[in-house]
């Protein structure tokens, strides 16, 4: 008869196996699963996070912007404003990813092919920043997420010692809209984000809006020192549109932005009205507009 010390150490030698097999065959299924990911992003800022760790897209949007090379081959699924449910459907993805600012754009039809994207939520730097935390997590790409922030955090870091101890600039920023003049962004914007970080005031504050309409009059009261034109879309046609107002409209020369020749373009790819993996650059672009000669 087996004593009871030696049918304890049995039992224990047995779950330790059982254990060790157990979380081999657990990590394993989890790796297949990872392997299968079929990814689909609906907008280039998702397509720069994928890019920026490394994974594999079986869709992505129609854009004038240069494609990453890895995904020169891959599925056009429609433009951000307006992808294709069908198409969609046809490349099977197991995750479709969009933008918080875009929710609208998915309807019935993606109900129709049971597809449920989701939206990732790109309104400031720290947001992006959790996303880029939260799917290099997901997805295994942990060191490829830790490199991004930290390029990130840097920037921030070099912003804020240009900043130090100077008197903030008022910023007003404007993002154009093609045939339909412009709107004013607040500080819950990007753009208004990265001119936060940037050590700037933005003249016009909301607490939960991140564009407004504009006023002449408001404008003018508010005397902006800088003026950024956010052109993210169709540029050419946005930038003509603000040149032509800045001109006609009498207002604009009583600003001391435009009396010192203080007035920035915004394009893409460094600059759009979601953060994007661009981010970096573009706020030590906004905080040498801010603080120009400063190291």
Known sequence: MKSPRR???????????????????????????????????????????????????VGVPNTANKMPARYKNVTKIGSPMNPSAEKIASVK???????TTLKDQFGKSFKQQHIKPYFLNLQSVSDLQHVVTTMGNQ??????????????????????????????????VLMGLPGAGYMIATNRSYVGNLVELAGGKNVFTSKNQEYIQPSDEAIQKAQPQVIL???????????????????????WRQTPAVQSKRIYDLREPDFDATANMHAAKALGEVSQWLYPGSQ
């Open 7 to 57: 049918t304890a150490l049995i039992v224990v030698i047995v779950l330790l196996i059982a254990g060790v097999f157990g979380g081999y065959f657990a990590n394993h299924q989890l790796a297949k699963q990872r392997h299968h990911q079929r990814i689909v992003a609906t907008t280039y800022a998702v397509v720069q996070i994928a890019d920026k760790l490394k994974l594999p897209l």
């Open 93 to 99: 993805p197991t995750a479709v990813y969009s933008v």
């Open 229 to 251: 034109r956010l052109e993210h879309a169709m540029p050419a046609m946005v930038t003509e549109q603000f040149n032509s107002d800045f001109k006609t409209q009498s207002f």
């Open 139 to 172: 997805y295994d790409r942990k060191s490829e997420s830790k490199a991004a922030n930290q390029e990130i955090n840097q920037a921030i870091s070099k912003a804020k010692q240009r900043a130090n101890h100077r008197q903030k600039p008022r910023v007003l």
